[in-house]
């Protein structure tokens, strides 16, 4: 059931920020303005991310893929292999029919940009869905270290995008909230599957790995959620520092806006993948 109510909640909250970051003026506004500042940066936030973007690529992802697959397989896990590829696949497939086919982009307000929609982005939905794969693929015993490394990968190849201006800040928070559905509706599928000693329910813990394969996972998670907690604390009090109305073109307002975005979108995907480590665990605990 919690899985079930976070997969609803990734939904709803794409319908909404849809609803306000593209069909408001001020979302729209709102994007510009960090989507300006993104691509003058030249901290160290860009040399961080770069690298990241760079390796979202076809071959990088599909050898994270098959690398999941084996794991699963290896793991005499077939019916994982099945959820994460349904994951990958719906999520990479909602992404496209959502940007291309459902959501217009119309100028709302003066000084946006004019160009095609691009809500949400399909590279962060790559990586995110890579990530969360993984995550679900490897063993107990590694899946914390494998959590913490695939996040911050997407947190840089989402705040990558930003910076070489492929997408806004709202593309990139849209495509963590469509994996996200994704992945908690596999799980809500999969924990039923367990209930009712269905095919998909995984195997028990051994009694002596059990225990340690659990803590590691309940460690993970705890850091996670708690670094999702203060970026979202960090990225309300920036938010809230940026006067109104907005001023495109002042630089302030720029790096301001897009501290909160960073710590938005590290806020969401933490709290992704430390839910994915919350209920992996209370899972195998069964």
Known sequence: MSALLAAVVCGLGTWQLVRFAVGTARGQRLDQLILSAAQADGSFVAQLVFPAISTVTVPVIIAILLAAGV???????????????AMVIGANLTTQVVKHLLVPRDVLAEGIEVTPNSFPSGHTTLA???AVAIVLAVPDRLRSLAAVLAAGWAVG???????????RPSDVAGAVLVVGAWTFLMLAL?????????????????????????????????????????????????GAAIPTPLQLEDIAHQRTAYAASILAILAGTSALVGTVLVLRVDHTSR
């Open 128 to 130: 995110m869905a890579a």
């Open 71 to 85: 794991l699963c397989i290896a793991r005499r896990r077939v019916g994982l292999l099945a959820q994460i590829a």
């Open 157 to 167: 190849a989402g705040v990558g995008t930003m910076a070489e201006g492929w997408h």
């Open 190 to 238: 999969d924990a039923a599957a367990a209930a009712a000693g269905g095919p998909a329910a995984p195997a028990r813990p051994r009694a002596r790995e059990g225990a340690p394969a659990r803590r590691s996972g309940a460690a993970g998670a705890v850091l996670l959620i708690a670094v999702a907690i203060v970026a979202v604390a960090g990225a309300l009090l920036a």
